[in-house]
């Protein structure tokens, strides 16, 4: 298209957008609009509580302060004040999070620490628990034991015991071995091969538990968020954050990302070892008013917090990267590591 041709084009186009605009803000005048979507979609939504529809949903209102709810079978309620002002959009863009579903075991034991008390008609009965030889011998109470499901192994001299016994939270559970009525039955092993049986079991339950990956867990998350509540950020910021991980000595890099309007959370296993590790949580200023939009204006870069480093991670541990922004001050992050002490056998 030739030079004049394009620029009468482009101011038609111009002309054209303008009445358009006049026309819609003419039609809704002393109206805004409210643009509320949802991960999943079809999120029942009230405002004063009256139902409106479900997401995604594009609704006129009334200038004023509101209170907006969302409900879904499976997930969290999800509350949120919000202000429609004449003639812009208010884009509500909301996080849904399942409820918790509790297994038989998880509502047997809650996390925390517990005891087991551990007692043996012999003396210097060797423990094993979940693979580690315990100092003391029965009878013996050993104390602040994770939570959940673990292996306990009894050896005495050609006799070897092996048994699983669930630790629950502010309890004391209890193991008790006869190994003189056990001795009546043994007539295949000697003792040295009772003793090396043992050993062998407690070395390949050993070498199962180094070879379990760690558990890593990225959050992000507004440290002014109430607890409980999912976090949330003003109208028109947007976080997003890209972790980047690759075994030291290695080449090819893996990618987890976050974003605040979509995705809070992920989880991700590894095996153990060292690892580089790149983090880059950037915020983004978006436009929101109704000329924005239709015109398509460009999200901003308001700031950007980059950290390299380290990563050591160890079999069977969780390690919970938090990273911290309330769309104000700085960036910040904060590293939480837990024994899994997941079960072996």
Known sequence: MEGGKMERFMKSANIIILIFLFCITSLFAQEGFLRVTSVPDGAAIEIAAKSVGKTPLLTVMKPGDYAIKATLTGYNAYTENIKIVENEVALVQITLTKTAQKSVFQKMWREGKGNLTVIADRENVDIFLDGVKVKDKPPVTIKDIQS??????LVSGEMADSSRVVIENGKTAVIKKSFEEAAKNVTTLSKAEQETLAKKKAAELELKRQALPAKVILRLANPAAREGEPSTWAEGTSITLSFQYRKTGGTDWTIKELQSKTKLEDTFTAEKGTYDVQFVATHYKEPTSIIDVFLGTKKEKVKEYKESFKLELKPD?????????????????KVAEQQLNTPVE
Do not use: A, C, P
Request: aromatic residues 22%; proline residues 0%; charged residues 15%.
């Open 317 to 333: 541990v969780q390690y919970t990267y938090t990273i911290l922004y309330d769309g104000k001050g700085d960036f910040s992050y």
């Open 148 to 153: 959940g499901m673990h292996n306990v192994i």
